[in-house]
């Protein structure tokens, strides 16, 4: 079975890492694929007094992201256990998340919960929109 683990670098996102290597442990048949997806800006524009090259932005925060993976694919590492780990670049997150799920023959979606969006609940934005979205069942760590 492949399933699909969102990496944040959160606290919630790390338990579902947590989550998913416990599964890995248990059930030797399972691939785990690690992925984040690093903010995307294509603006320049701040304010009247203040511009901003978007290359240098996404430089950031590709390494920011990148970092994150990093820490979260060392948890499966350390443990011997094999994992992937994938970047995506820009987008919003459910919708890559759940693109790369389609196109990848993903299984199942482990996805921490932050739980910060008023207005989809107790669920956070990128949770509500997987959970909603999805086509394969999404497991909720909080």
Same mark, same amino acid.
């Given at each position: 079975?492949? !399933?699909?683990? #969102?990496?944040?670098? @959160? =606290?919630?996102?790390?338990?579902? !890492? /947590?989550? #998913?290597?416990?599964?890995?442990?248990?059930?030797? #048949?399972?691939?785990?694929?690690? +992925?984040?997806?690093?903010?995307?800006?294509?603006?320049?524009? *701040? @304010?009247?007094?203040? &511009? !901003?090259?978007?290359?240098?932005?996404?430089?950031?925060? /590709?390494?920011? &992201? @990148?970092?994150?993976?990093? /820490?979260?694919? =060392?948890? &499966?590492?350390?443990?011997? *256990?094999?994992?992937?780990?994938?970047? +995506?670049?820009? $987008?919003?997150?459910?919708?890559?998340?759940?693109?790369?799920? /389609?196109?990848?023959? +993903?299984?199942?979606?482990? !996805? $921490?919960?932050?739980?910060?969006?008023?207005?989809?609940?107790?669920?956070?934005?990128? #949770?509500? @929109?997987?959970?909603?979205?999805?086509?394969?069942?999404?497991?909720?760590?909080?």
């Amino acid at each position: 079975m492949k !399933v699909l683990v #969102a990496v944040d670098g @959160s =606290k919630p996102s790390l338990k579902a !890492v /947590e989550f #998913a290597l416990n599964l890995a442990k248990e059930h030797h #048949a399972i691939e785990v694929i690690l +992925i984040t997806v690093a903010c995307g800006y294509d603006w320049t524009y *701040v @304010s009247d007094d203040v &511009f !901003v090259d978007p290359e240098k932005i996404n430089e950031a925060c /590709e390494l920011a &992201f @990148s970092k994150k993976l990093d /820490e979260a694919k =060392k948890v &499966f590492d350390d443990a011997g *256990v094999k994992v992937k780990a994938i970047m +995506i670049s820009g $987008g919003d997150p459910a919708k890559e998340i759940l693109k790369y799920v /389609e196109e990848n023959d +993903i299984e199942r979606i482990i !996805v $921490g919960n932050k739980g910060l969006n008023p207005l989809s609940g107790l669920l956070g934005s990128v #949770a509500y @929109s997987i959970l909603k979205n999805a086509t394969v069942p999404v497991v909720l760590v909080k």
